[in-house]
């Protein structure tokens, strides 16, 4: 068995860390809470492995969240990095791989006629919004319940409590009048939307949706369900939002709505689109993205957006994202689903564990949970389940909830040690 169990300059680090940063941490989910590991300071990373600064190594499925597609420190992009760098890192002015990384991604997207990058997810989510209350004239947004859109005002509601079906902000510091614009339903239920529209007449900007959320565990929808906020937004001349952050470019090139060929109309994405460095874009018809600034009144800027170091990541990126490189991810994951329930059903280790845990997938996406099981079951048994696998140098998410991500680093190799690992 690796023994991958002292990590006590993490320790050392992480407590520091807690006297000068808010829970040692600079975003939530890396603080491990509800686990019983403290955080993994990690030294560097190299293809589908990290290495923290005890000089553990492990196999990485947390991958950054999503935006590795290609794993750590892909050569390729490393490489046109260290060309750009040469040159500069920001001017605060136009410069070439910005247009290249736009015309890649208009060229290969029909319904993207403009784009507008800026430098995360949250961002693009705010200004789709802007751009959608603006352009329809109306105030409300729909948004669902399991769906996460970063962390703007406006889409930190979540569902009230009872009946009265009225939407609480799922944070402090977010104004009343912020709530009463963002209406939350359930994922998948046809009827109340239709009622929402009802109640709401005119009044609807939007609708916003992970058309696959994979912020919540990995809650695949069923397509009838976003084909029917197609038609009722066209109806009632609401606009339709696909929040692609995440699904973008991952389940194959142009996301979700490539795959279910259903077009919004507007995508926000960010993760995968800058390669690992921090871009956000948001995309849509020119009839909407001519509202931005300086043209429009859509007010929307960044000192740093489409920076160039970033811009040539996602650039070099995105060139390597063909229809083979997809089906050689997917069959990797594959493999790895298939691994992982071996050793979650059959393994002495997991017998401990008291819910019956199980890793489904879609494309590159995974998650691991249980049919049967209440919330609070499944983040204990994913507490002791993340314990075994660290000790055996495999690296999760670090929470229940979120999704893990393979990469093209992921290869047969790292599967031949995947399972060596688990049975060790
Ligand atoms: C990650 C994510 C965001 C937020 O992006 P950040 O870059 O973390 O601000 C928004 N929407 C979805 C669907 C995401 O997965």
């Known amino acids: 068995m690796s023994d991958n169990n002292n990590r006590n300059i993490s320790s050392e680090l992480f407590a520091e860390s807690t006297k000068i940063v808010p829970g040692g941490v600079h975003s939530p989910v890396r603080g491990f809470k509800g686990l019983n590991t403290t955080p993994i300071f990690i030294k560097r990373a190299a293809g589908a492995y990290v290495y923290d600064v005890d000089d553990n190594s492990y196999v990485d499925f947390c991958m950054s969240f999503g935006p590795?597609?290609?794993?750590?420190?892909?050569?390729?992009?490393?490489?046109?990095?260290?060309?750009?760098?040469?040159?500069?890192?920001?001017?605060?002015?136009?410069e070439e791989y910005s247009l290249k990384l736009a015309k890649y991604i208009i060229d290969r997207i029909p319904f993207i006629e403009q784009i507008r990058f800026m430098n995360s997810g949250t961002e693009a989510v705010m200004t789709a919004i802007r751009l959608a209350r603006a352009y329809s004239r109306k105030n409300k947004i729909i948004k669902f319940s399991g769906?996460?859109?970063?962390?703007?005002?406006?889409?930190?509601?979540?569902?009230?409590?009872?009946?009265?079906?009225?939407?609480?902000?799922?944070?402090?510091?977010?104004?009343?009048?912020?709530?009463a614009d963002t209406i939350v339903l359930p994922l998948g239920n046809c009827d109340l939307v239709e009622k929402t529209f009802e109640r709401f007449k005119d009044d609807i900007a939007a609708i916003i949706i992970e058309p696959l959320p994979a912020n919540n565990g990995?809650?695949?929808?069923?397509?009838?369900?976003?084909?029917?906020?197609?038609?009722?937004?066209?109806?009632?001349?609401?606009?339709?939002?696909?929040?692609?952050?995440?699904?973008?470019?991952?389940?194959c090139f142009g996301g979700m709505s490539e795959l279910l060929k259903i077009t919004p109309d507007i995508v926000t994405y960010g993760k995968v689109i800058g390669g690992g460095l921090p871009v956000g874009a948001v995309a849509g018809p020119a009839k909407i993205m001519q509202m931005l600034a300086p043209v429009g009144d859509v007010y929307q800027a960044g000192t740093l957006s489409a920076n160039p170091l970033a811009m040539v990541a996602g650039l070099t990126t995105l060139k390597k994202l063909n229809q083979n490189f997809y089906e050689k991810l997917?069959?990797?994951?594959?493999?790895?689903?298939?691994?992982?329930?071996?050793?979650?059903?059959?393994?002495?280790?997991?017998?401990?564990?008291?819910?019956?845990l199980e890793m489904i997938s879609y494309q590159s996406l995974f998650w691991i949970t249980s049919a049967e099981q209440t919330s609070a079951n499944i983040s204990r048994s994913f507490a002791k389940l993340f314990d075994i696998l660290i000790a055996k140098g495999i690296y999760l998410a670090p929470n229940a909830y979120e999704v893990g991500f393979v990469s093209i680093a992921h290869d047969k190799n790292v599967i031949i040690k995947l399972n060596n690992l688990l049975n060790d």
């Open 330 to 356: 997917n069959s990797y994951t594959n493999e790895i689903r298939d691994t992982f329930n071996n050793f979650l059903n059959h393994s002495s280790a997991c017998a401990a564990i008291d819910c019956k």
């Open 68 to 94: 590795l597609i290609l794993g750590h420190k892909d050569p390729d992009v490393e490489q046109e990095l260290h060309v750009a760098l040469e040159r500069g890192w920001t001017y605060g002015a136009a």
């Open 147 to 179: 769906c996460y859109h970063g962390h703007t005002d406006s889409m930190l509601i979540k569902a009230g409590s009872g009946v009265t079906q009225i939407a609480d902000a799922s944070s402090k510091g977010i104004p009343h009048g912020v709530v």
């Open 218 to 251: 990995l809650l695949i929808q069923d397509t009838n369900f976003l084909r029917f906020l197609r038609d009722i937004t066209k109806a009632h001349d609401a606009l339709l939002i696909f929040d692609e952050v995440i699904s973008g470019f991952r389940v």
